[in-house]
């Protein structure tokens, strides 16, 4: 399995594939917002300013990426959500288009995104020109870099593309997301002058040092927004899995919102929502704050991951003194016991280095490998063994 | 030395394994399949528990038309470059429905495999659960070649080629897109999963329920939902409302399927056009 796959190259080619159109004039005065009728039942909302971009935004925005229904962003906009995000790619450009109509007639009232998968200055810039034809609007509030990993990710050409396109008028503020590497990402984009918003995944599950280097990137005047504030947890669970069926019923979502909004580092969020019971569920978040049962739902849950499930955070790479592959064989011994794909699993182990494959944790006296995360290293990389060695 | 009850339990556990893991192996592309083409880089495979590693965030996009698996490969041919990804979507209402997703409603369709899509930097086409994806780099027309890797990988895929009956429910005239909505048609919650036509007026849908009665526990929490309703005459139950955001319904029930229309605009009669969709339906 080859990790650094081209994903990102894919994206990028099937988000450039529409033929880029020139952007239409601003106007300077777009149409007012229909007198649409006020929702009923709206519970109260929080504002917090996006750093020094000055923009207001709730603290429960709407990341539109699976959304599929423009009633539901409509309803989201009426409600008083003001921030919508989605990106060039999702759904091929046909998200963009979908959320363009819904948000249309209520443009001015908005804070409206979008990301680029360009890698260089004429990619994004063409891409720019795009996602302004498909959203039917002549700006961006903010335009993101997308899915960035690392500081040599932020190319000169790319913050000349943003900058060129800030002159243009097309977009008002420059950002990047990222979804792993934040440790070292958010730090460099924090003292970056021409960077002005920093979109990062934001959750629980995470290590302290994301919210450590958040706050200090909100400190320094940068607009904060957190996406997949309810997948880390549930990152490794589809919606079949019963657990999350359990923990959609409970209020652990809700609560997994709650946790992240609660960290004043965080100026908004973009949970993803499909219908109008999860917007209506998703907006209590501003109302009601962070308390001891949401405190026990996700204690609960980390409790269930914790000693289970790897995270991914490499923290234990080059730790076994075997040099085992740990993350990989954890991820394995999850498949088949996590998700019944045994056969996949022991696929995948039975295709390590044969060193890796034929060592036994048995050898070793004690366990050179400690998870920041609690998860038993030890008894997993020997139930791997146990399962896949036969 | 095999060590037996570990043996015994290995085989359980495989035997344990969904029913659709235990099906024919899941065709893997090759870049040998057009002449002229080498590999780049290992092959790819992924499974609905780590395509966040390849894709990010769009891997949701993904899981929510049942995405199980994933087999991939670079191909270059001098400068040029393929990413070829094929995803078993686990039934051909999955694949159908992150085909429609993904397609420019713009460009037309075209027929290979169940149903394809080629534009100059991007191509697909979903056979049975199958759904092939091809990105080209770097930019120009590349058409040509994305048509010859179609045609190549619709001959080691094997699969239906019959579009879901569904699509032949929704009438045509003034149709813009016809595509498979995975959860919460209409943003409904309770409309679970079901087929969508936009047309400029409003849309016409199509969900399933798991049997009749399910579908008619279903209208009774859709009644209860949109307050006052009116009793309709058609199919099995029907009923008429009113919505800000979805504008006049028309909501019927036939059998285990619940369609209807939502219509903003002036001058449609709801309840003519869900009986002409309620006598399509099967």
New interface residues.
């Given amino acids: 399995m080859n990790r650094n796959a081209s994903r990102r190259s894919f994206l990028a080619a099937a988000g450039l594939a529409l033929p880029a159109a020139a952007s239409a004039a601003r106007s300077s005065d777009p149409p007012p917002a229909p007198p649409h009728a006020a929702v009923s039942a709206t519970p109260a909302l929080e504002y917090r300013i996006l750093g020094k971009t000055g923009l207001k935004v709730t603290t429960v925005g709407f990341g539109c990426m699976i959304t599929s229904d423009g009633s539901v962003i409509e309803r989201a906009a009426d409600m008083g959500i003001t921030y919508f995000d989605t990106a060039r790619v999702y759904q091929h450009g046909n998200n963009e288009r979908m959320v363009g109509a819904a948000l249309k007639s209520r443009r001015k009232n908005i804070v409206l995104s979008s990301k680029t998968p360009g890698q260089n200055r004429a990619d994004a810039l063409a891409s720019l020109d795009t996602s302004l034809k498909e959203l039917g609007t002549d700006y961006l509030d903010i335009w993101y870099l997308h899915g960035k990993e690392k500081p040599e990710d932020i190319t000169d050409e790319l913050i000349d593309a943003q900058q060129t396109a800030k002159q243009a008028g097309k977009i008002r503020f420059a950002g990047v997301s990222t979804h792993k590497g934040q440790a070292q990402l958010i730090p460099f984009l924090a003292a970056h002058p021409k960077i002005d918003v920093i979109l990062s995944a934001y959750n629980f599950t995470l290590e302290p040092i994301v919210t450590t280097v958040l706050e200090q990137a909100a400190k320094a005047g940068k607009g904060t927004v957190a996406m997949k504030v309810m997948a880390g947890g549930f990152r490794r669970m589809t919606p079949t899995d019963p657990n999350y069926q359990k923990l959609k019923q409970d209020g652990g979502m809700l609560s997994a919102l709650k946790w992240v909004i609660r960290n004043r580092g965080v100026h908004t969020t973009i949970p993803s929502m499909t219908d109008i019971d999860q917007l209506e569920e998703n907006i209590k978040a501003m109302a009601a704050p962070f308390g001891k049962d949401d405190e026990k739902r996700l204690a609960a849950q980390l409790e269930y991951i914790g000693p289970l499930y790897c995270r991914m955070c490499g923290a234990c790479q080059g730790q076994c003194r075997q040099g085992l592959p740990v993350e990989d064989m954890l991820r394995f011994v999850t498949y088949a016991e996590g998700y019944g794909q045994f056969a996949l699993g022991r696929e995948h182990f039975l295709s390590l280095a044969p060193g890796h494959v034929a060592a036994s944790c048995g050898d070793c006296v004690s366990c050179t490998v400690e998870c920041p995360h609690g998860v038993k290293v030890p008894e997993r990389l020997l139930r791997a063994q146990e399962l896949f060695r036969c | 030395m ?2 037996k009850p ?2 015994t ?2 085989i359980a ?2 035997l ?3 029913a659709w ?1 235990g099906d024919a192996p899941a065709p893997a592309p090759s870049c040998s399949l057009v002449p002229g083409w080498s590999q780049s ?10 395509l ?7 891997a ?2 993904y ?2 038309y049942g995405f199980h698996s994933m087999n ?1 490969v ?1 191909c270059r041919q001098g400068e040029i ?1 393929f ?1 070829i ?1 094929l995803s078993d979507m686990g039934d051909t209402d999955g694949s159908y429905g992150i085909f429609s ?6 460009l037309p369709t075209d027929r290979i495999g169940m149903a394809g899509q080629v ?4 191509a697909m086409f979903v056979k049975g659960r199958w759904y092939v ?1 091809i ?3 770097p ?1 120009g027309d590349h058409s040509a070649a994305l048509r010859a890797w179609l045609a190549a990988l619709d001959q080691i895929i094997a699969g239906s080629t019959v579009l879901p009956e569904a699509l032949a429910w929704f009438p045509t005239e003034g149709r813009q897109s016809l ?1 498979l ?9 309770l409309l679970k999963r079901g087929y ?1 036509a936009q047309y400029d007026f409003g849309k016409a849908f199509v969900t399933f329920e798991a049997s009749p009665e399910s579908a008619a526990g279903v209208m009774q929490k859709l009644r209860a939902r949109f307050g006052q309703v009116t009793a309709a005459n058609l199919a099995d139950d029907a009923f008429q409302a009113t919505d ?3 504008g006049r319904l028309f909501v019927f029930r036939k059998g285990r399927l619940i369609g209807g229309y939502s219509i903003k605009a002036e001058g449609h009669d709801t309840a003519a056009l869900a009986a002409a969709l309620a006598a399509q339906v099967r």
């Fill in positions: 095999f060590n570990l043996l339990l290995c556990l495989s344990a394994s969904p893991a880089g290992p092959a790819r495979g992924y499974e609905a528990a780590n966040f590693e390849y894709m990010d965030g769009n949701e996009g899981l929510i991939g670079t470059s990413v990804d997703a993904n397609r420019d409603p713009a534009a100059p930097r991007r994806e990105a080209a780099n930019e595509r909505v995975p959860e919460s048609v209409l943003g409904i919650r969508v800000q955001y979805l």
